[in-house]
C-alpha cells in the first residue's frame, strides 16, 4: 500500500510517497519513503506531470524480501 502526502508552501510542492511497513522478517519490518519537490510555478507542466508519476509507479513497484538488511 502506497500512501502520498502532498504540501504545498510559498514556493514548493512537495510530493511525498510512502510505501507502508512490510514484514519481512517475524520481528522486521521495513519500509520506503520517496520524496519528490518540484517549484509551485512548474507544477502544470506535462514533464512535472510526467516526473510525479513516475515516482508514484517506482513506489508501486517498490518489492522487500528476505535479503532486506535492516
Given at each position: ?47 512535472v506531470?510526467s ?20
Amino acid at each position: 500500500m502506497i500512501a502520498q502526502f502532498v504540501h504545498t508552501d510559498s514556493k514548493l510542492e512537495t510530493h511525498t510517497f510512502r510505501v507502508l511497513p512490510k514484514k519481512v522478517f517475524p520481528n522486521r519490518w521495513v519500509q520506503a519513503i520517496l520524496t519528490l519537490s518540484i517549484k509551485q510555478e512548474a507544477r502544470d507542466s506535462e514533464f512535472v506531470r510526467s516526473v510525479v508519476q513516475q515516482t508514484w509507479e517506482i513506489a508501486r513497484k517498490v518489492r522487500f524480501d528476505h535479503d532486506t538488511k535492516a
